[in-house]
Nanobody
């Protein structure tokens, strides 16, 4: 059974960098059938795709967040990491990681999500 678990600080100050890690069990992030994605949901708003890292380590980002986002991976730990720079209160959200099927683009499974608040 594949499981994903987000971890990181729940509170980040404005202008700082938000850093979250997704730990994957039950599958390898280098398996060539899947990409590994970050998604967020601000309070009262819709889900927003942030970006993903492929099984080969290539990255793709949402155009609206691309200038502030980096996704990287640690294959020895089977983890991938999100960094979002220069955060503002508008980056307050629940952040999720998910596996994405290369064939049909299905986002499954998801982590449980982690709440991040940007506030001084």
């Amino acid at each position: 059974q594949v499981q994903l678990q987000e971890s990181g600080p729940g509170l980040v100050k404005p202008s700082q960098t938000l850093s979250l890690t997704c730990s994957v069990s039950g599958d390898s992030i280098t398996t060539d059938s899947y990409y590994w994605s970050w998604i967020r949901q601000p309070p009262g708003k819709a889900l927003e795709w942030i970006g993903y890292i492929t099984y080969s380590g290539s990255t793709y980002y949402s155009p609206s967040l691309k200038s502030r986002t980096s996704i990287s991976r640690n294959t020895s730990k089977n983890q991938f990491t999100l960094e979002l720079r220069s955060v503002t209160p508008e980056d307050t959200a629940t952040y999720y990681c998910a596996r994405v099927g290369v064939d049909y683009g299905a986002f499954t499974p998801w982590g449980q999500g982690t709440q991040v608040t940007v506030s001084s």
